[in-house]
């Protein structure tokens, strides 16, 4: 069955500090993967996708994730992270045979400390 | 920037009681989704929607739930005789493409049943 796991409820860093979100999935063949953010009574917002190339994706806000394969993750990152990184962040994947939805983890909440 | 919009932000109603939850996808996108996210959960796909029908739904659409363009801008979902446990958050999302699309979604509307 297609799932992903966000491992942390929560991760706390200053700011100024390298941020990691950890998402790992579980789907049959090769995912489409994705970061969505949502702040407070927000919807999700779009972050970056990995379709297919280059493991290494930068997108939206200074935040880029790398796939990897083998370990079957797809960890969010940030080399400098700023209080208003504040939010929660969703993990989601799509099956390539189907892809009419998105499996999303359970979130993680991060915290961004002045 | 185009927006997927939602209306109402808020709704309330009573156990039994029908309800639509109105939805704008963005204009020139093809494919449409509902979500949901019950408090404290993960978010949740119900269905998804093209070319004036359902293209897949989840064993949690059931006959309770029907979706509907009636027009050319929106998208709504009804929900026959509210339960409990209907009460939620529910995204709409739109995507101009299917396979390798970002699906964008609206800032959602938080459904209480009493």
């Known amino acids: 069955a297609q799932s992903v796991a966000q491992p942390e409820d929560q991760v706390n860093v200053a700011e100024g500090n390298p941020l990691t979100v950890k998402c790992t999935y579980s789907v049959s063949g090769n995912p489409y993967l994705f970061w969505y953010v949502q702040y407070p009574n927000r919807g999700l917002q779009f972050l970056l996708k990995y379709i297919t190339g280059d493991n290494l994706v930068k997108g939206s806000y200074g935040f880029e994730a790398e796939f990897n394969k083998s370990q079957t993750s797809f960890h969010l990152k940030k080399p400098s992270a700023l209080v208003s990184d504040s939010a929660l962040y969703f993990c989601?994947?799509?099956?390539?045979?189907?892809?009419?939805?998105?499996?999303f983890g359970s979130g993680t909440k991060l915290n961004v400390k002045p | 920037e185009p927006e997927v919009t939602q209306t109402p932000s808020h709704q309330v109603t009573q156990m039994g009681q029908e309800v639509i939850l109105r939805c704008v996808p963005i204009s020139n996108h093809l494919y449409f989704y509902w979500y949901r996210q019950i408090l404290g959960q993960k978010v949740e796909f119900l269905v998804s929607?093209?070319?004036?029908?359902?293209?897949?739904k989840s064993e949690i659409f059931d006959d309770q739930f029907s979706v509907e363009r009636p027009d050319g801008s929106n998208f709504t979902l009804k929900i026959r005789s509210t339960k409990l446990e209907d009460s939620a958050m529910y995204f709409c999302?739109?995507?101009?493409?299917?396979?390798?699309?970002?699906?964008?979604f609206g800032p959602g509307t938080r459904l209480t049943v009493l």
């Open positions: 929607f093209y070319n004036n029908e359902i293209s897949e």
């Open positions: 989601a994947v799509r099956d390539r045979g189907n892809f009419n939805k998105f499996y």
């Open positions: 999302a739109s995507s101009a493409l299917a396979a390798t699309d970002t699906q964008y």
